[in-house]
């Protein structure tokens, strides 16, 4: 969708088909006598990250992030949601799989929350884990719509046994506020295992000499950042005691940056990704999250002090992107202390002695980046197409218990969080390395590199993949899974 007129013509001829008098969406799934268990409105409001920045953007139930949901697997929830904006909205259920006309994403076919309107929605939570919620409308070139604004909440989903051997739980949500254009600006390339290949350069550089356009294209940057809503020194410290295991669940909310965290002295044992346990549970001094990616982490706290858990670059931690770790009975400055660099390996969390279950079917996928070919944006093509919202044609056909390998291949020098709705996948092979085990519902391709992740068609309905980064997924970069 690029002309945002057209797409607000398709939604005023939406409108009364979801219920004429007082806009009341159908229930989905729901009798309308029964009582929600949550309700969820989605208006404008006020974050205040410091004293000194009060933001205003659309949240949920007035508040950054939106309230932490727990449900319980197996479950089934109503939620209603009333939209207090003058626009449309999406509700996307971020991890679960549940049928597509409640998973919250318009190509899927799910129905709009309607401009003033309600709509009910009810499922059946599964898996367990860390998810979350967040808007999943077009932003396109309007900084006022879609993941830009405050619009994510957590999820936590019980599993029917919960085997926690920790002391507490943390829901940390990192977010960007203030966003706005530039040109240029390349992305942090070297925080990812694996070495850029050759023929995928090569193909990236013909597009360039191929571009109408000789500039980059557009990119978004932020002036405020902050964890739970509040800028780094702002907020309430996470008090923590000598000897405590803090069970950290972590959220990158950002609409289009990758985050990294540290906690000086300490070490986070990984034992989720987008809250699925790992296969082999390891140590490692930095966290790398793409955006929409979660790790649910231990941390011993066996080093007391004031810290900094804080973003590695500076200039984000500097406005804001930060929480203090207090220990009981420590006083002074929050510290410090710049990591030694560290890349991200997602195959260490893998099994030992990987071998993928064969797949029924390989389906191969190139992106290519297309400089400033849309009045100044990078457009994204797949296999040479750019999803048209207009159309919202499936790309691909596939068969129930079947199970597929997407094997993707970036001829872009950016890194993508690739999401797949609707189901979990697991990494086959990634950064050159093969593995198994891991299971996730987004992972970063890494600039001119490929990577294979399966998954089994087992969750019938229509299925969107898309690259998270709000700014490519609005310009081409999404394919749309048909089930026969
Ligand atoms: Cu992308």
Known sequence: MMIDRRSLLKYAALVPLLGAA???????????????????????GLIELSPEHIVSTTLYNGQFPGPLLRFKEGQRVVVDVYNDTDTPELVHWHGQMIPSDVDGAAEEGTPFVPAHGMRRIAFTPKPSGFR???????????????????????????????????????????????????????????????????????????????AQEKTKGFEVGYELFGINGRMLGHGEPVRVKRGERVLFHLLNASATEIR??????????????????????????????????????????????????????????????????????QRGKPQWVKPTPFRWDYTRFGKSSAVPVPPDETIEITVVKHNAALNGFNQWTLNGEAFSM?????????????????KFRNASDDIHPLHLHRHSFELTRIGGKPTAGVLKDVVMLGGFQELEFDFVADNPGLTLFHCHQQLHMDFGFMALFNYA
Request: no cysteine; net charge neutral; charged share 25%.
């Open 390 to 406: 207009d159309i919202m044609k499936p790309m691909y056909t596939v068969h129930q218990g079947r199970r597929y390998r997407l």
């Open 22 to 44: 007082p806009r009341l969406a159908r229930a989905a799934g729901g009798a309308a006598t029964e009582k929600a268990d949550y309700t969820l409105r989605i208006g404008t």
């Open 260 to 329: 990294s965290l540290a906690l000086p002295g300490h070490v986070f044992r990984v034992i989720a990704l987008d809250g699925n346990p790992v296969p082999t549970p390891a140590d490692v001094r930095v966290l790398w999250l793409g955006t929409a990616e979660r790790i649910s982490a231990l941390v011993e706290m066996n080093h007391p002090g004031v810290w900094v858990l804080g973003d590695l670059a500076d200039d984000d931690r500097r406005h804001g992107m930060g929480i203090v770790v207090e220990y009981a009975g």
């Open 132 to 210: 979350f919620y967040h808007t999943h409308v077009v932003a396109g070139r309007d900084l006022n719509r879609g993941t830009y604004t405050g619009q994510a909440g957590p999820v936590y989903i019980e599993p029917k046994n919960n085997p926690g051997a920790y002391d507490r739980e943390i829901v940390l949500v990192l977010k960007e506020f203030a966003p706005a254009f530039s040109r240029g600006g390349d992305m942090n390339m070297d925080m990812l295992v694996g070495a850029p290949l050759k023929a995928l350069q090569q193909m990236g550089k013909a597009a360039d000499e191929e």
